[in-house]
């Protein structure tokens, strides 16, 4: 069974702080994608990767930055978190087939609440 | 750019009923096209997929069809139960490994 896992689910973190959220994949795709999920708003990219050590930014960086080092594992940093970052954070990969790109598999999502 | 414009919610049914959740993309190329679902506290699940023109995604009694020529790409569902209450979204991606989300239709489902 495929999995996208994510390091927590719930995460309480202060302003100010700097804060790690972890994402891990075991099916050696290519493509890994963080999104933030807001009601009303749907899904917002916020970075995106299509190799190892390779980052594209997506539709809302500021404040954010990612880090991938092995295939396997996507970071998202937030650099000093703010409580305007208090969102569900959706981690997802895929994999590019010729010239289409399959479906995004996504964790469970972490809950980050800034206090 | 590309993007995906999906019914405003939320929809409430009563078991039984027929659904439709209608959605429509903007695509320069030829994206593929699914529907996902999420649960409460969860991330999002694949409902049904369809990667070019004409073919029917179908899975757990949900069905849609890309359609080129409207630009759409409609779930369908003959006969809700309580357990399909969740948020629905559509989704396209394009050749440059990107992914476009609507912005999701809460469906619930009342016995």
């Known amino acids: 069974d495929v999995k996208v896992t994510q390091s927590s689910r719930y995460l309480v973190k202060r302003t100010g702080e700097k804060v790690f959220l972890e994402c891990v994949q075991d099916?050696?795709?290519?493509?890994m994608f963080w999104y933030r999920q807001d009601p009303g708003l749907g899904l917002r990219l916020i970075y995106f990767s299509y190799d190892v050590k390779m980052k594209e930014k997506g539709d809302i960086p500021e404040g954010y930055s990612v880090s991938r080092e092995k295939k396997e594992r996507f970071s998202l940093i937030l650099e000093s978190a703010s409580t305007n970052q208090t969102s569900m954070y959706l981690c997802?990969?895929?994999?590019?087939?010729?010239?289409?790109?399959?479906?995004?598999?996504f964790g469970q999502g972490t809950r980050l609440t800034v206090v | 750019g590309d993007s995906v414009t999906q019914m405003e919610g939320p929809v409430t049914l009563s078991e039984e009923a027929f659904l439709t959740i209608n959605c429509t993309y903007t695509a320069t190329g030829y994206p593929s096209l699914f529907w996902y679902v999420q649960y409460p506290g969860e991330g999002l699940q694949l409902l049904l997929k369809a990667t070019k023109a004409d073919d029917k995604g179908s899975n757990k009694g949900f069905e849609a069809t890309y359609r080129k020529e409207t630009t759409s790409f409609h779930l369908e569902k003959g006969s809700v139960q309580v357990s399909d209450s969740a948020v629905y979204f559509c989704?396209?991606?394009?050749?440059?490994?990107?992914?476009?989300f609507g912005t999701g239709t809460s469906l619930t489902v009342i016995p």
């Open positions: 997802a990969s895929s994999f590019t087939s010729g010239y289409i790109n399959t479906e995004a598999f």
């Open positions: 989704a396209l991606s394009d050749p440059g490994n990107q992914f476009y």
């Open positions: 099916m050696d795709h290519e493509n």
